[in-house]
C-alpha cells in the first residue's frame, strides 16, 4: 500500500518530534554540566585561594623558625668562642 502524503507528513513531523525531544534532552544535560562545571570550578578557585593563604602562613613560620634557630645558631658560636678565648687566656697565662 501507498502511503499518502498526509501520512507521511505525519510519519515526518513525528519523527521529527522525537528528535526535538532528544535534542532537548541532550541540551538539558549540556546546561546541567555546565551547571556543575562552573560550580566545580568556583570551588576548586576558593580551595586554591585557601590554599594560597595556608602557603603564605606556612612560609611565615618557616621564616621565622629558621630566624630563630638562626640566632640560637650565633649565640651558641658566641659562647664557644668566648669560651674558647677564656681556655686560651688561662692557658697562656700559666
Not at 2 to 28: C, H
Amino acid at each position: 500500500m501507498a502511503a499518502t502524503i498526509e501520512e507521511r507528513l505525519a510519519a515526518l513531523e513525528a519523527s521529527y518530534a522525537g528528535i526535538s525531544d532528544r535534542l532537548g534532552a541532550v541540551e538539558q544535560r549540556l546546561t546541567s554540566l555546565e551547571q556543575r562545571l562552573t560550580t566545580e570550578v568556583g570551588q576548586l578557585r576558593s580551595e586554591m585561594g585557601q590554599l594560597r593563604g595556608e602557603m603564605g602562613q606556612l612560609r611565615q613560620e618557616m621564616r621565622t623558625q629558621f630566624y630563630w634557630v638562626m640566632s640560637a645558631l650565633a649565640a651558641l658560636l658566641t659562647i664557644t668562642v668566648s669560651f674558647m678565648g677564656a681556655a686560651i687566656g688561662l692557658l697562656t697565662a700559666r
